[in-house]
C-alpha cells in the first residue's frame, strides 16, 4: 500500500507542478485586456467629444448660414431705399425714407457683426473638429494595434494551457482517479499552487503550519487512505520519510486564529 501510495503522490506532484503553470496562464490571460479597455474607454471619451463638436459645429454653421442671409436682406432693402430718394419730391417723405435707410445702416451693421462672429466660429469648431478626428483616429490605431498584439499573445498562452491540459492528461492516466484529480485541481487553484504537501517535523501540515492530530498522522505515515486531506487547510498530506521529533508545544497556540481561518470542514472538501 506504501508504494502504491508513493506513485500516487508522485504523481500528483507533477500534476501540481503542470496545474501551477497552467493557472498562472489563465490568471495571465484575464489580465490581458486591460491595456486595452483604457485605450477602448480612451477612445470612446475621444469619439463622444467628437460627436458633440461636430454638434457644435452644425449649430454654428446653420446660424452662420441663416446670418448672411439675413445680412444680405438687409443691405438689399437698404440699397432700394437709397434708390426711392431720387424719386421723392416731398420733404416729409424724404425725412421718413432718410430715417428708414439709417435704421437700415444699423441692421445691417448688426447683422455683419453677427455674420462675422458666426463665421469666426464655424472656422474655430471646424479646426478643432479636425484637430479631434485625428486624436480618434490615433487611438482607434492604437486600440487595433493593442488588439493584435493581445491576439498574438492569447494565441500563444491558449496553446500553452493545451499543451498543459494534454500533459496533466497524460499524468492522469497513470493513475490519479477522475474524483482525486477533480478535487486536487480545485485545490491546486484555491491554495495558489500548491495542493499537495509533505508533513514536516513529524506532525505539522507544511502547508498551513497546523499541528496535525498523531492519529491522523499514522494513517498518512501507514496509507490507511488512499489519500488524506488536511483538516486545516485540505491540502492533500504525504509522509515524506522519517524525522526527528521536536517539541510542538505552543505552536498550534503561537499560529493564532489566522491559521484557523484556514480550516474547512467535511462538507467544504465534499464540495471540492
Same mark, same amino acid.
Given at each position: ?13 507533477? =500534476? ?15 489580465? =490581458? %485586456? ?18 458633440? =463638436? ?19 436682406? *438687409? ?20 425725412? *421718413?425714407?432718410?430715417?428708414? &435707410? ?18 469666426? =466660429? ?27 498584439? &493581445? ?7 491558449? *496553446? ?10 497524460? &499524468? ?40 496535525? %492530530? ?11 487512505? %488512499? ?46
Amino acid at each position: 500500500m506504501a508504494e502504491e501510495l508513493s506513485v500516487v503522490h508522485s504523481l500528483l506532484l507533477q =500534476l501540481q507542478d503542470v496545474l501551477s503553470r497552467k493557472f498562472i496562464l489563465e490568471e495571465e490571460i484575464e489580465t =490581458l %485586456p486591460a491595456a486595452l479597455r483604457e485605450k477602448e474607454a480612451r477612445l470612446g471619451e475621444a469619439n463622444a467629444k467628437y460627436v458633440e =463638436l461636430n454638434d457644435e459645429f452644425t449649430k454654428a454653421r446653420q446660424e452662420a448660414t441663416s446670418n448672411s442671409i439675413k445680412y444680405d436682406d *438687409a443691405v438689399r432693402a437698404r440699397t432700394e431705399a437709397e434708390k426711392m430718394v431720387e424719386k421723392i419730391t416731398l420733404q416729409r417723405e424724404y425725412e *421718413a425714407i432718410t430715417k428708414q &435707410i439709417d435704421e437700415a445702416h444699423l441692421v445691417e451693421n448688426s447683422l455683419l457683426k453677427a455674420r462675422n462672429a458666426s463665421n469666426a =466660429l464655424v472656422s474655430e469648431l471646424e479646426a478643432k473638429l479636425a484637430s479631434q478626428g485625428s486624436v480618434c483616429d490615433s487611438l482607434k490605431a492604437e486600440v487595433e494595434e493593442e488588439k493584435a498584439k &493581445i491576439d498574438g499573445i492569447l494565441s500563444e498562452k491558449k *496553446a500553452a494551457i493545451e499543451d498543459l491540459d494534454n500533459q496533466c492528461v497524460q &499524468i492522469k492516466e497513470q493513475g490519479v482517479s477522475d474524483e482525486i484529480y477533480a478535487k486536487f485541481c480545485k485545490i491546486v487553484k484555491n491554495k495558489k499552487g500548491v495542493g499537495i504537501t509533505p508533513i514536516i517535523q513529524g506532525q505539522v501540515c507544511s502547508g498551513c503550519h497546523m499541528i496535525l %492530530p498523531m492519529q491522523f498522522v499514522n494513517d498518512v505515515r501507514q496509507g490507511t487512505n %488512499p489519500i488524506e486531506y488536511c483538516p486545516y487547510c485540505s491540502r492533500i498530506l504525504y509522509y515524506q520519510g522519517d524525522e526527528e521529533m521536536i517539541d510542538l508545544s505552543g505552536l498550534e497556540s503561537e499560529a493564532g486564529e489566522d491559521f484557523f481561518a484556514d480550516a474547512i470542514s467535511d462538507d467544504d472538501l465534499d464540495n471540492l
